[in-house]
């Protein structure tokens, strides 16, 4: 019974949304039959494999090139030769952004890439004579290194950025602990579920990653243990019942991507490392560090899911520690000579020199 004077809170409710189709919204390239071409390629992606992601990503390629047509007039696939082709691609050489910057010669490929699948798929449908694309040459991609890599004591603090000592915290350092124990990209992290995890064997399952494919990947006993006490201490106070994701937000939901980059970025920050990027360092460092510690490269690309060597090799020029250490011992110019310089070497170093003396 309430006191006297005291006002009762009441619950107001929710005002009613009308019932209506949902509008449609004007495409100013809908008159363009280009258009049509366009998503019936779609769906034979999606029918065939291909995941939503990479048609969403060749959809703003396609409509850039339907929008250039379209303002010279070119609605029909059979209007579009070699020369015309040619003719877009060098003007995305020239084009110039609003900033005055002009495209990267990554961006320049992502836009002519998918015309090259599109075309191909055009011609084999029989919608076109032949392929105009067949021979059209893409821009060579530059090979970049990584534009930071993440030392072992800069990773450290990272992970000790996380309090444990409440229930979001001990998931944060749980899943930094994760991602660096395992080199997981941020989506694959996002789809973790409670199964994928083979605590009695010190695996994580990974379904469905880059290319849909799957793969498992060991998790260190470090990493295994803080998600464990994450598990038992943490995600029962903050999952929503019946949901099934390994790592939740505060809300109980399974934490997306863009959940876990920003806590990254988050303890980042907390640790002072002013470096670019947030989940991908982690992976980057996870892979240099077993490099330098003497891990070969083909157990790397299977950890790391990568389709082809040549995308891990990146990771050898990255780790130089060993090149260093002997260019410091040999090399005339060094301020001291060692008498004996394999001293001075880490070991698997000195083992190579040993080897050397062999042959």
Known sequence: MPRKGQRLKTIRAQAVKPKGGAKRLHDPLGHNPLIAYMEAHFEWMLVTGYSADSVRTRRTSLRRFILWCDERGVTRPADITKAVLERYQRHLFYYRKADGRPLTIGSQHGCLAPLKTWFKWLARENHIPFNPASELELPRLPK????????????????????????????????????????????????????????????????????????????????????????????????????????VTDYGEAAPGEFIATKVKRYMMFAEVDKPGATHLLRHAMATHMLEAGADIRVLQALLGHAQLNTTEIYTHVSIEHLKAIHAATHPARLERKTDIRQTLPETASAFLDALDDL
Do not use: C
């Open 144 to 247: 970049h290194l990584p534009r930071a890599i993440l030392s072992v004591a800069e990773v450290e603090a990272i992970l000790a950025a996380a309090d444990h000592t409440n229930p979001a915290g001990l998931r944060d350092r749980a899943l930094l602990e994760t991602l660096y124990s395992t080199g997981l990209r941020r989506s694959e992290a996002a789809h973790l579920a409670l199964y994928d995890l083979d605590a009695t064997r010190g695996l994580v399952f990974v379904r469905e990653g880059k290319g849909k494919r799957d793969r498992v990947v060991p998790i260190g006993a470090r990493a295994l243990a803080w998600v464990e006490r994450y598990l038992v201490e943490a995600r029962p106070h903050m999952a929503v019942p019946g949901n099934q994701a390994l790592f």
